[in-house]
T-cell receptor
Framework: EDQVTQSPEALRLQEGESSSLNCSYTVSGLRGLFWYRQDPGKGPEFLFTLYSAGEEKEKERLKATLTKKESFLHITAPKPEDSATYLCAVQALETSGSRLTFGEGTQLTVNP | DAGVTQSPTHLIKTRGQHVTLRCSPISGHKSVSWYQQVLGQGPQFIFQYYEKEERGRGNFPDRFSARQFPNYSSELNVNALLLGDSALYLC??????????FGAGTRLSVL
């Protein structure tokens, strides 16, 4: 069974204080790992897809990396508008269709 | 371009009732997936449909059913509602790069 564990559950940062969120996963064969951002009362917003170990992707203050067992979302010099819940999800090779298995998310708060 | 649209936004039902949730995918997307998100947890996969055929089913009871129409819109039906069905129901449509884009969801409260 595919499993995704995210840590920490919650993270408070001061504006400008860089940090990383962790996503550990167990999957029989990885088709893709996805990062989403979710604001309160809204649906998840797509950020990145990573497909193979060693791959990195960047978008503004965010950078996602992937190893064979985990992914990190690095946040550089965060701003209050980066406050949200960040969700990690995996898609298995054996999956017919596009089923995503999500972690429970990391709730990030960035204080001004 | 319009994103994934879901209706209604909020819904209040009582135990034992039936509910129908609706979803319109992004134009050009042929696949729709449904997820249930309980407060404080990540989304849980319920169903996926592609070209009107079921492509995947999550670990949900038979009270949950869905269908996809020729215009690729979709309905999620839940019968005999339980208190535990209270959640945010999310619909996602998938592009050709296999990326899922989510709607804002339907907040269902079962009293």
């Amino acid at each position: 069974e595919d499993q995704v564990t995210q840590s920490p559950e919650a993270l408070r940062l001061q504006e400008g204080e860089s940090s990383s969120l962790n996503c550990s996963y167990t999957v029989s064969g990885l088709r893709g790992l996805f990062w989403y951002r979710q604001d309160p009362g809204k649906g998840p917003e797509f950020l990145f897809t990573l497909y193979s170990a060693g791959e990195e992707k960047e978008k503004e203050r965010l950078k996602a990396t992937l190893t064979k067992k985990e992914s990190f979302l690095h946040i550089t010099a965060p701003k209050p508008e980066d406050s949200a819940t960040y969700l990690c999800a995996v898609q298995a090779l054996e999956t017919s269709g596009s089923r995503l298995t999500f972690g429970e998310g990391t709730q990030l708060t960035v204080n001004p | 371009d319009a994103g994934v649209t879901q209706s209604p936004t909020h819904l209040i039902k009582t135990r034992g009732q039936h509910v129908t949730l609706r979803c319109s995918p992004i134009s050009g997307h042929k696949s729709v997936s449904w997820y249930q998100q309980v407060l404080g947890q990540g989304p849980q996969f319920i169903f996926q449909y592609y070209e009107k055929e079921e492509r995947g089913r999550g670990n949900f009871p038979d009270r949950f059913s869905a269908r996809q129409f020729p215009n690729y819109s979709s309905e999620l039906n839940v019968n005999a509602l339980l208190l535990g069905d209270s959640a945010l129901y999310l619909c996602a449509s998938t592009d050709r790069k296999n990326i899922q884009y989510f709607g804002a969801g339907t907040r269902l409260s079962v009293l």
